[in-house]
Structure formats: structure tokens, C-alpha cells
């Protein structure tokens, strides 16, 4: 079972910058072997894919929303990962989820464990 908490949300004004963690306890899967991917959702829309890094880092996701404002980031002897979100705009508002996929890739799908949430305001 992977378990992951996220932490680093809060209320910023709009061209602020917020870095979310995820931490995990994966107590039968290796961290480092997991894709980690960071997904978001506002009210009334459906959850969508932000950012993804691959289990070595070696490849890194953005939908295009966020693509050139947010970085993804990990380290695995610390068994967390990062998004560094500047240049926030409104529309960034949302809850914002850490994910994890056992295949490693850390591409847009194939999440299989979710963390609870970290809320995410940006103010005009």
C-alpha cells in the first residue's frame, strides 16, 4: 500500500509562488521505483493532469496550462517530490492531489494511489 500526503497549500496573490510536497510511506513499494504525478481540481470542473516525473527523473510532464510556470521535481533518498508553482494565476485555484504510478513512468494516466489534498487559493 502507497500511502502519500500532501503539504504547501495555501492562499497566495496572483503572480505568487507556492511549492507543494508530497511525501509518501510505500511500504511495499520502493519510492524510488514510482512515477509521481501532481493533479488538480476546481470546483465544479473535473479533476486534470498538471505535472508528472518519471521514477528517475529523467522525464518530466505539463499540461499545457501550467507548462513554463510550474516545476516538477523529486528526491528519492528523501522519498518526496515537488511542484514549485510560480507565476500563479486565479485560474490556478484548485485542490491539488499527489499521485503515484506503479508503472514508473510518471506520464499523464496509470495512477493508482492518491493522496487526500492540499488546498491551493490564488487571489486577484
Known amino acids: 500500500q502507497v500511502q502519500l500526503a500532501e503539504s504547501g497549500g495555501g492562499l497566495v496573490q496572483a503572480g505568487g509562488s507556492l511549492r507543494l510536497s508530497c511525501t509518501t510511506s510505500?511500504?511495499?513499494?520502493?519510492?524510488?521505483?514510482?512515477?509521481i504525478g501532481w493533479f488538480r481540481q476546481a470546483p465544479g470542473k473535473e479533476r486534470e493532469f498538471v505535472a508528472g516525473?518519471?521514477?528517475?527523473?529523467?522525464?518530466?510532464y505539463y499540461s499545457d496550462s501550467v507548462m513554463g510556470r510550474f516545476t516538477i521535481a523529486r528526491v528519492n533518498a528523501e522519498n518526496e517530490a515537488y511542484l514549485q508553482m510560480n507565476g500563479l494565476k486565479t485560474e490556478d485555484t484548485a485542490i491539488y492531489y499527489c499521485?503515484?504510478?506503479?508503472?514508473?513512468?510518471?506520464?499523464?494516466?496509470?495512477?493508482?494511489?492518491w493522496g487526500q489534498g492540499t488546498q491551493v487559493t490564488v487571489s486577484s
Open positions: 499521485a503515484a504510478d506503479p508503472s514508473g513512468l510518471g506520464e499523464k494516466s496509470e495512477y493508482k494511489h
Open positions: 510505500a511500504s511495499n513499494v520502493a519510492f524510488n521505483l514510482l512515477g
Open positions: 516525473i518519471s521514477w528517475n527523473s529523467r522525464n518530466t
